[in-house]
């Protein structure tokens, strides 16, 4: 069964750093562009970050480009969203998300559950 | 960046009704226009990709269409388990973008 689950999520102060991951299983992780998407509470989704199957190209939203890092290890397929200097504004569900195909000019198809990150004092 | 229009943002209707929804890019996106459902508290489910793809295992009365700048979700008989909210999302060009969603409520 394809499936990610996504983990790390919690409460940290304004300024702040962590780190979410997701678990990917079912697929063959290193051939699939990778997303991150997030929620903020009663509002629409908001694409933040991409990474190419290999991990040698990224994409960033503006609202996170310089502050978030999105990786990747093949090897444990598993991908990852490092967060710094964090905002009440991205308070939000983040959701890691399987592109269709290879590209990330693809729907998503795959999603996992959500790790809520709260950005708060 | 390509902003996505979805209309309505609500609509009442009943089951077994004809529900139609629209999304609307600001510049031609082909069609690579994808539509999701999200019921609360639920991860968004992928429903129609590059337009009018139905993805595997999405019951055939759901529909898409169109191709520039202007795509319709319809769902010809709106089931029990169709109250939802809605949303489609380009992926011609960065940064992707998603329409602001449209809710589905029983009437």
């Known amino acids: 069964e394809v499936q990610l689950l996504e983990s790390g999520g919690g409460l940290v102060q304004p300024g702040g750093s962590l780190r979410v991951s997701c678990a990917a299983s079912?697929?063959?992780?290193?051939?699939?562009?990778m997303s991150w998407v997030r929620q903020a509470p009663g509002k629409g989704l908001e694409w933040v970050s991409t990474i190419s199957g290999s991990g040698d190209t990224t994409y960033y939203a503006d609202s996170v480009k310089g502050r978030f890092t999105i990786s990747r290890d093949n090897s444990k397929n598993t991908l990852s969203l490092q967060m710094n200097s964090l905002r009440a504004e991205d308070t939000a569900v983040y959701y890691c998300a399987k592109t269709f195909s290879g590209s990330y000019r693809s729907a998503f198809d795959i999603w996992g559950q959500g790790t809520m990150v709260t950005v708060s004092s | 960046d390509i902003q996505m229009t979805q209309s309505p943002s609500s609509l009442s209707a009943s089951v077994g009704d004809r529900v139609t929804i629209t999304c609307r890019a600001s510049?031609?996106?082909?069609?690579?226009l994808n539509w999701y459902q999200q019921k609360p508290g639920k991860a968004p489910k992928l429903l129609i990709y590059s337009a009018s793809g139905l993805q595997s295992g999405v019951p055939s009365r759901f529909s898409g269409s169109g191709s520039g700048t202007d795509f319709t979700l319809t769902i010809s008989s709106l089931q029990p388990e169709d109250f939802a909210t809605y949303y489609c999302?380009?992926?011609?060009?960065?940064?992707?973008?998603f329409g602001g969603g449209s809710k589905v409520e029983l009437k």
């Open positions: 999302h380009q992926s011609y060009s960065l940064p992707l973008t």
């Open positions: 079912g697929f063959i992780f290193s051939s699939y562009a």
């Open positions: 510049q031609t996106i082909s069609n690579y």
